[in-house]
């Protein structure tokens, strides 16, 4: 059973439709790829699985249950978190503040302390700046914080959006490494990333979207090496 099934996924934004009937499936312990142009409808897709955005049609199932209707906050205490595009920090609060919000749907007291000790562990620089305020980070420091906010629901899957957008190459690398390890540690991911060589380079699996439809799917080593891919997205 897969952990996240999505079935002929239907949004319209007013009378443009955006997703015209996706389906898609990521098992545990996964890495997966969706990849696309701008306005393929990939944050849209992420949008509509953690509920922020309610399809007109199509069913969402995780772990086998239907979530399609389900509220953004209760899907996150499932365990399901999101990595937002642009990253979405409480700049006005501090990096420890900000990672303290991402265990909000959790009540131990004793997991939370050992998550916040595992982000720690794995943004190093996360645990030298806890203190500061997070609208003063780099914006690779931010990409960290958001991720390691989102960690600290102790999800069972992390759905990620753009997680290099607007980085330098060295962070980018670093970004990679780090949602490998989250993989390797036995979260399931599902990554949505404009930088389709990147994604493709750590994914099991990969989806294409184009103008809110699937036009190519399978092993993510294939699709590297797929010619309209390769001419598409990784500029080939």
Same mark, same amino acid.
């Not at 389906?23 to 990849?35: K, R």
């Not at 390691?148 to 190459?169: C, H, Q, T």
């Given at each position: 059973?897969?952990?996240?099934?999505?079935?002929?996924?239907?949004? #319209? #934004?007013?009378?443009?439709?955006?997703?015209?009937?996706?389906?898609?499936?990521?098992?545990? &312990?996964?890495?997966?790829?969706?990849? &696309?142009? @701008?306005?393929?409808?990939?944050?849209?897709?992420?949008?509509?699985?953690?509920?922020?955005?309610?399809?007109?049609? &199509?069913?969402?199932?995780?772990? +086998?249950?239907?979530?399609?209707?389900?509220?953004?906050?209760?899907?996150?205490?499932?365990?399901?978190? /999101?990595?937002?595009?642009?990253?979405?920090?409480?700049?006005?609060?501090?990096? #420890?503040?900000?990672?303290?919000?991402?265990? #909000?749907?959790?009540?131990?007291?004793?997991?939370?302390?050992?998550?916040?000790?595992?982000?720690? /562990?794995?943004?190093?620089?996360?645990?030298?700046?806890?203190?500061?305020?997070? +609208?003063?980070?780099?914006? +690779?420091?931010?990409?960290?914080?958001?991720?390691?906010?989102?960690?600290?629901?102790?999800?069972?899957?992390?759905?990620?959006?753009?997680?290099?957008?607007?980085?330098?190459?060295?962070?980018?690398?670093?970004?990679?490494?780090?949602?490998?390890?989250?993989?390797?540690?036995?979260?399931?991911?599902?990554?949505?990333?404009?930088?389709?060589?990147?994604?493709?380079?750590?994914?099991?699996?990969?989806?294409?979207?184009?103008? +809110? @439809?699937?036009?190519?799917?399978?092993?993510?080593?294939?699709?590297?090496?797929?010619?309209?891919?390769?001419?598409?997205?990784?500029?080939?």
């Amino acid at each position: 059973m897969a952990m996240l099934k999505v079935t002929d996924l239907q949004v #319209y #934004y007013g009378v443009i439709q955006a997703l015209k009937g996706i389906s898609f499936e990521v098992n545990e &312990g996964e890495v997966i790829a969706l990849i &696309g142009a @701008n306005g393929a409808g990939k944050t849209t897709t992420l949008h509509t699985i953690t509920g922020l955005i309610r399809p007109k049609a &199509g069913t969402i199932e995780f772990e +086998g249950n239907d979530i399609t209707k389900t509220p953004a906050h209760k899907i996150v205490s499932l365990g399901m978190a /999101h990595v937002p595009e642009g990253r979405r920090i409480f700049g006005e609060l501090t990096v #420890y503040e900000n990672l303290k919000l991402g265990a #909000y749907t959790r009540r131990d007291k004793a997991g939370i302390a050992e998550s916040l000790d595992k982000v720690y /562990h794995r943004f190093p620089r996360l645990e030298e700046r806890r203190k500061q305020i997070a +609208g003063t980070l780099s914006g +690779g420091e931010q990409q960290m914080l958001a991720m390691g906010r989102a960690l600290m629901s102790n999800p069972k899957i992390i759905v990620m959006d753009e997680p290099s957008m607007g980085l330098s190459p060295l962070f980018v690398a670093e970004i990679f490494d780090i949602i490998q390890e989250i993989s390797k540690s036995g979260t399931t991911v599902l990554l949505v990333e404009q930088n389709a060589k990147k994604a493709l380079s750590i994914a099991n699996r990969a989806y294409v979207l184009e103008t +809110g @439809n699937i036009v190519l799917s399978g092993d993510a080593k294939d699709l590297m090496n797929n010619d309209s891919v390769k001419k598409a997205y990784l500029g080939e």
